[in-house]
Structures are given as structure tokens and as C-alpha cells.
């Protein structure tokens, strides 16, 4: 780990600590916005972390600034880091400013955008946009451009994911002065924008795993039954080690399409980790459960904050069958003797999609 | 408590990536007509004329110094060897345990003089080596260790049995783990490591069929048996400490989730380039499990590369390696449909069956899977 990271993931953890409790991830949960926490993830620049220092980034590798959405992961997520950081690059690689606050983003269907004086007419729609009735900025990519469309300019209907956060739907159609609109940039087409929105998912899958796992191996060490914690009896060990193979394996396909997401193999990273992390969340928050008994099935408990969590956001952004389909295709494309050299050398998943 | 499940990112090596280029060209040639059901014995598969070239071509003991026979390469460079070979169902056995763990072990605790007269045979893909670890009594747990090397004038006499020595038939000498002092009950104390020459009077070498009809693996029973004491590996009575230590050689690398790879491929070769939906899923979650596991394990040749501890690293590796071939076989008679002798099938319908066959032993040999898991349950600190 560079040094610019590790004190970044150092003050990002303590920010989170101190300032992220339950409260918090379940503030989130109602569709709320803990705006104490927007502050000071915000105080830290963090949703630049993605972009040019000369945009008001930090200067950091890609692949190490998207490293920090897994820490917000780990506390439920209950601002949208992520959401932030992603729109933030899509802005900055269309020349665009970067939202004042806090921005998510979409792709627009049925979109129609064409010039209008000197400006432009923009309409469309899209459902389920994570946190846009909190957004300043909702970033919204199609026909042909991006658009950066502040609150006023469109009608949010609030939604929800299946553990609550806001997952809104939008509609547009609102004339537009021309610096909120520009050309789509080539990096981030409509496979790269679902892409964007399930590496972040994997990202913060791999960090809720990892707080499931401590709090599960927590908890077994303080539960007392037959005069001793079960932590002590060798079915809850087992049972905690694959926890731990799975939180590890996340931890490592999430990092594999973090360190893809700036060359040609992003999409293959994605899929990889999508449809790896998203199995690993099925099967920890199943054995979590598991070993929490009864407490961990209350409202009451905080381990729901994840595990709820980890069960809606695998379904995402494409679901693992979305993305082994579209692994599968890729691997295809040579199969027998093209399988092993697909496995070491990944072509472009583009082509083969 | 809160364990450190990140593994590094191998860094990207040109000369390793080279190297592979090279070596896929000479495995094409060397296996070209080889069938996939032979290239299935994969690390089973004992070849020596094969070992002899690839010790030709330096790529047996990459890694140890040249003095020694090695070729001073990189670990990422070995890696690279390594899988190519095992991916491509190549006949590595005979020199496999000798480059893997018995070389490294005299490396590290060898003479000068046991370290110039080994090392240079097993980098020429010469000299073989075998594990004797296990006993009839003596599985999981180790320490329990009964065969006995009793200390005499000018050497040792050795009394016992190891079982389920992979290789015992072909290899020249074992790396015997036995007790040299104290009672079993002594566990770890008084535990040492000899290499034995397996010509040497008093050493009954018995091959035992396994479940996929292959003569791999042996009891050997020692009846007095002489080894001179310039046989002893390390330090009497340090046996336990230098045998865990190659475990992390052990259990991390890719033959821990590349076993079922002839299966794997002879599958997409069948289902061709449009399946259909639930086929292409089925093939696309092998691939995230296998890049993932490819990420890991090559994570974790850097943590060793660093002299890093990766032994909790390495097990989750080889737990999750093991689930992963042993599902292959199950996925593939989802997949495809084999009827017993059917002319479009049968050739893949033998390799099924081989490969069936040959799957529980993954989650046995090098620690089972409850060993394993419990490794990692006391990396959690819960034991
Ligand atoms: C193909 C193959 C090749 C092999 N090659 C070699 C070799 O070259 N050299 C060598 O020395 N050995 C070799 N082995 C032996 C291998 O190391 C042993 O099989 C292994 O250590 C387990 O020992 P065991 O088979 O006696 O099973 P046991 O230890 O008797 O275990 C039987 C079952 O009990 C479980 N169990 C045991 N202890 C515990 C515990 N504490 N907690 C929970 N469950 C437990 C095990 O997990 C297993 O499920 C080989 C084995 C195979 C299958």
C-alpha cells in the first residue's frame, strides 16, 4: 500500500467509526440521509478520490481510490460514497465540474437529447437510482451524451431496495443550459455505467462481509451455552472458517476489478467480482445467521444492517447469473484449448458479450 | 480477532509473462496427442524421460541458487511453470515433491554437503523425492508420529510403517518424519526428519491401488533399516517445527485448484461457443471462481515471495481449491449427458468417470478439510 492510501484508509476508517454508528446505517435504511456523516466524508474530500488531482483529486491510482468504497461497506454504507465518487469521474472524463455535494447516477432510457437555443432539451427516464432524492447531481448518461441534472431539473419518486435505501425513480424532461450537457465520453458507455454500479456493490459487499464475519466471530465468543462459548464447539468453528474462506475470496475478486477497472479488461474485472462476491454474500450471511440463533433474527440486532444489505445489493446491478452469463459468453468464444489462455491473459469481455 | 483476509496483488512480471509463451510452446509439443484422460493424472502422472527435459530446460528448482543446480529465477517465474504445466494435464509427478518441498526444505535446513549432493539431481529432473508422513495409525494427527529412528553407533535403525506414500515406487529417496526419542505421547518433542534411501536394506515398498484404478500411492514398512547419520535433515528433535513449515509451500499453490483442469476443458469443448443461457451461467461461475482462486494463490507466492507469514492465507487457498475441483465433476454431468459407451460421449465419459473418481482424495491429502478449517478457525482466534 502506497502512503497517500494507507492514510486515507486510516482517516476514512476512524471518520466511520466515529461518526457512522448504527444510527446511522439505519437513518439510511428509512431513506434518510445522516447528514453528519455527508459532512464529514465530505470535510475529507473523499468523493473526489476518483478523480485527476488537478480536478481535485488526490492523486490516487483508480484502483486504490475505489479501495475507500469498500471501507464505507464495512459500516452499511450509509452515505452514498460511492454513488458520489463514480459520478464524480464520469463528470470529470466528460470535462464536467464535479457535483458540489452529493451526486449518483444513471443511465437514462427512452432518452431523447437534442439542442434547444443554446441550450438543450433532455428527456427520459430511469428507476431505481440509488439515493437520488438526496442528490444534488444526478449524472445521467444517454442519447449520445451526459448530463449533469440538478434536483430541479427532473421528478424523483421515492423507492427502495429491498433493505430500505432510497432507490428512486426518475423523470426528465426540462431544458437544460449547455455547460450541464456534454458528449458521452467513450470510457463510460452503457456496459461501463452498469459496471460502474456493480463493481461499487462488490466493493461494499466485500466490506460488509468483513464486519459480518468480526461480528460473528464476536458473538460466538461472548454466547454461553453448555457452560461455554460456543465459539469453543468445533460445528461452530467449521461453520465460522468458511465465513472467513468466503470473506476472502470477496476481498480478493473485489480487488481484482478494482486494480481492471482503468485498462481494457474492466468489464471481465466486474464480472468476476460481481458474480464471485455475490455468492460469497449468500453463503456468510446464511452461516451468520446461522450462528447468531434467535437475537440475530430481531429488528433490534445490527446484524442486519448487513446482511440485509448484502442480499440486496448482490441482486444490483445484475445479479451473479448476469454476470457469470456474460463471463461464460466471454469464455466461450475459444472453447478447449482457448480456455486456459482466457483464464491468464483475459481478452476484453466487450468483444465477446 | 479481526484477521487480515486481504491477499496482495502479484505484480505484474514481463519476464515471467515471456517465459510463458515459452513454455506453452514447448508443452504443445512435448503433449501434442497426449488424450485428455492421461493428461487428467495431471500431478499423478509420472514421466521421467518428461522431467529430465524439463530439468534440461531449468525449470525444475527455478528458484534455488545456481551452485546448487537451481536457476536463481523468480518465484513468479516458477509460478508461471507450474501452472502452465499442471494446466495443461503435463506428467509432472516424479520431480513435483522434490521442486515443491523437498528442495526448499534442504535449503533451508540442509548441510552444505546434503544441499551439493541432492539439490542438483532434483533440479535436472533426476531425483526423486516422496512425503513420509502418514502412518496406519497416523492421519490427521500427526504428532502421533510411531515410526521409530532409533539413534546408533553411526546412524540411525529405523522401525515402522508409512502409508499412503504417494510415489514411494518411484522415488529414490523419502523425506521420512518419524520419531527419534520419547514415547508417542511425547507428541512434537523428540520428532526428526531423515532423507532415506529407499535402495538401502530393510525397506519393503508395497503399492496400493486407488479408488480410479491408479497405483500412486504405497505402504512402506521399514524393518531395521540402516541410514547413516549424515541422513538426518535439520536438527534431531526439530522435526515437527521443519515439517509445518512447508506447509505453506504446500497447500497455496495452483495444484490445489487446477486438479479437475482436464475435466474443465474437454467440458467447454463439448458445449461449444453458444450453449445457451443456463450452460454459459454454469461455465461463467467456474471462470469468477477460478480467477479469483488464481488471484489468491498467486497473492500469496508475493507474501512468500516477502518472507511474509501466509499460513492462514495458503489454507483458506487450498480449503476453497479443493470445493471448487470437487464440484467441477457434478457441474459437468449437469451440463452434459453421458450415457454409458454413447459414440459422441464416450471418450468424455471415461474422463468423467476418472475424475469422479479421483475427487475425494482433494480433500484429504495435504490436511482435510476439517484440518484445514480448523487452522482457520484458530487464525480467527477461536481456538
Ligand atoms: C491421494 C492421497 C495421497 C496421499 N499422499 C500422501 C503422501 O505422499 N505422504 C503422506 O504422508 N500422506 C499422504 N496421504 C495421506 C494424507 O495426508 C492423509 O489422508 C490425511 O492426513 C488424513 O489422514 P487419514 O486419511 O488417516 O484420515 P483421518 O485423520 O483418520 O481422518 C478421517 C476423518 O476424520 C476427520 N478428522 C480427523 N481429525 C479431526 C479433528 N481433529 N477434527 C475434526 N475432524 C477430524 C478428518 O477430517 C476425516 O474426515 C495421501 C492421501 C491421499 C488421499
Not at chain 1, 456493490?201 to 454466547?223: C, I, K, S
Not at chain 2, 463439448?270 to 480467477?291: C, F, I, K, Q, S
Request: aromatic fraction near 6%; glycine fraction near 10%; charged fraction near 20%.
Amino acid at each position: 500500500m502506497n502512503d497517500v492510501l494507507e492514510i486515507l484508509t486510516e482517516t476514512a476508517t476512524r471518520l466511520f467509526e466515529q461518526k457512522a454508528g448504527d444510527d446511522a446505517a439505519r437513518a439510511a435504511r428509512r431513506g434518510e440521509l445522516p447528514e453528519s456523516v455527508w459532512d464529514a466524508v465530505a470535510e475529507i474530500g473523499l468523493p473526489f478520490a476518483l478523480m485527476p488531482e488537478e480536478a481535485g483529486g488526490f492523486g490516487l491510482a483508480e484502483a486504490d481510490a475505489l479501495r475507500l468504497i469498500r471501507i464505507g461497506g464495512g459500516f452499511g454504507s450509509p452515505v452514498p460514497l460511492g454513488e458520489t465518487m463514480l459520478a464524480n469521474a464520469m463528470l470529470a472524463a466528460a470535462g464536467l465540474p464535479p457535483a458540489d455535494r452529493i451526486a449518483t447516477f444513471a443511465e437514462l432510457e427512452d432518452a431523447h437529447v437534442v439542442r434547444e437555443g443554446d441550450g438543450w432539451r433532455v428527456s427520459g427516464r430511469a428507476s431505481g437510482v440509488p439515493w437520488a432524492r438526496h442528490a444534488g447531481t444526478i449524472t445521467l448518461l444517454g442519447g449520445g451524451h451526459i448530463i449533469a441534472a440538478r434536483v430541479g431539473d427532473l421528478a424523483v419518486t421515492p423507492g427502495e431496495a429491498g433493505n430500505g435505501l432510497a432507490r428512486d425513480d426518475l423523470e426528465i424532461d426540462a431544458r437544460l443550459p449547455a455547460d450541464q450537457v456534454a458528449p458521452r465520453p467513450a470510457r463510460f458507455d452503457a456496459d461501463a455505467v452498469e459496471a460502474a454500479g456493480a463493481l461499487m456493490r462488490a466493493l461494499e459487499m466485500a466490506g460488509a462481509l468483513q464486519t459480518v464475519l468480526a461480528l460473528t466471530v464476536q458473538y460466538a465468543g461472548e454466547r454461553i451455552q453448555f457452560g461455554k462459548p460456543i465459539a469453543k464447539l468445533q460445528a461452530i468453528q467449521q461453520q465460522l472458517a468458511v465465513v472467513a474462506d468466503q470473506c476472502a475470496a470477496a476481498n480478493a475478486a473485489a480487488e481484482l476489478a478494482a486494480d481492471a477497472w482503468d485498462g481494457d479488461t474492466s468489464l471481465l474485472g466486474v464480472a468476476v467480482a460481481k458474480a464471485r462476491v455475490g455468492e460469497a454474500a449468500g453463503i456468510a450471511a446464511s452461516i451468520a445467521h446461522q450462528v447468531h440463533g434467535a437475537i440475530g433474527f430481531t429488528e433490534e440486532h445490527r446484524l442486519h444492517l448487513f446482511t440485509k444489505a448484502l442480499w440486496s445489493w448482490r441482486d444490483e446491478f445484475g445479479s451473479e447469473t448476469v454476470w457469470q452469463r456474460r463471463l461464460g459468453k466471454a469464455a466461450l468464444a475459444a472453447p478447449g484449448d482457448g480456455f486456459w489462455p482466457f483464464i491468464t491473459a483475459p481478452t476484453v469481455l466487450e468483444q465477446a458479450a | 480477532m479481526s484477521a487480515d483476509l486481504s491477499y496482495p496483488a502479484a505484480p505484474f512480471s514481463e519476464a515471467a509473462e515471456q517465459l510463458r509463451t515459452e513454455v506453452r510452446a514447448f508443452l504443445a509439443e512435448e503433449l501434442a496427442g497426449v488424450p485428455p484422460l492421461v493428461r487428467a493424472k495431471s500431478w499423478n502422472g509420472f514421466d521421467a524421460a518428461f522431467s529430465r527435459k524439463l530439468g534440461a530446460r531449468g525449470w525444475i528448482g527455478m528458484t534455488w541458487p545456481t551452485q546448487y543446480g537451481g536457476h536463481a529465477r523468480s518465484n513468479a517465474e516458477r509460478y508461471v511453470v507450474v501452472e502452465e504445466t499442471l494446466a495443461s494435464g503435463a506428467p509432472v509427478a516424479a520431480h513435483w515433491i522434490a521442486d515443491r518441498q523437498s528442495g526448499p526444505l534442504l535449503l533451508r535446513y540442509g548441510t552444505e554437503a546434503q544441499k551439493q549432493r541432492y539439490l542438483p539431481g532434483m533440479a535436472a529432473g533426476e531425483t526423486y523425492t516422496c512425503i513420509g508422513m502418514s502412518e496406519p495409525d497416523v492421519g490427521s494427527d500427526l504428532a502421533a508420529v510411531r515410526t521409530r529412528a532409533e539413534p546408533v553407533e553411526g546412524g540411525f535403525r529405523i522401525n515402522g510403517t508409512k502409508l499412503w506414500t504417494t510415489n514411494a515406487h518411484n522415488a529414490q529417496f523419502m523425506l521420512l518424519f518419524c520419531r527419534t526419542s520419547g514415547t508417542p505421547a511425547d507428541r512434537h518433542k523428540g520428532t526428526s526428519q531423515i532423507l532415506v534411501d529407499l535402495s538401502l536394506p530393510g525397506i519393503d515398498i508395497r503399492p496400493i491401488t486407488d479408488l480410479a484404478g491408479e497405483r500412486h500411492f504405497n505402504e512402506v514398512v521399514f524393518d531395521d533399516a540402516f541410514v547413516p547419520a549424515d541422513a538426518l535433515i535439520g536438527a534431531e528433535g526439530n522435526g515437527w517445527e521443519q515439517v509445518m513449515s512447508e506447509l505453506a509451500y504446500e497447500r497455496s499453490g495452483p495444484e490445489r485448484f487446477l486438479s479437475s483442469m482436464a475435466l474443465l476443458v474437454e467440458m467447454t469443448r463439448l458445449l461449444g461457443t453458444t450453449p445457451g443461457d443456463a450452460a454459459e451461467a454454469a461455465v461463467g461461475r467456474l471462470v469468477a471462481h477460478l480467477m479469483t482462486l488464481r488471484r489468491m494463490s498467486r497473492g500469496v507466492a508475493a507474501m512468500l515471495e516477502n518472507k511474509q507469514d501466509a499460513g492462514l492465507h495458503a489454507t483458506i487457498v487450498k480449503d476453497l481449491g479443493a470445493l471448487f475441483e470437487q464440484e467441477i465433476p457434478d457441474i459437468a454431468r449437469q451440463l452434459i449427458a453421458v450415457a454409458p459407451n454413447a459414440p459422441a460421449t464416450r471418450e468424455f465419459g471415461k474422463l468423467l468417470a476418472y475424475t469422479v473418481a479421483s475427487v475425494p482424495a482433494f480433500s484429504l491429502r495435504g490436511g482435510t478439510r476439517e484440518i484445514l478449517r480448523g487452522i482457520i478457525a484458530r487464525g480467527l482466534g477461536l481456538r
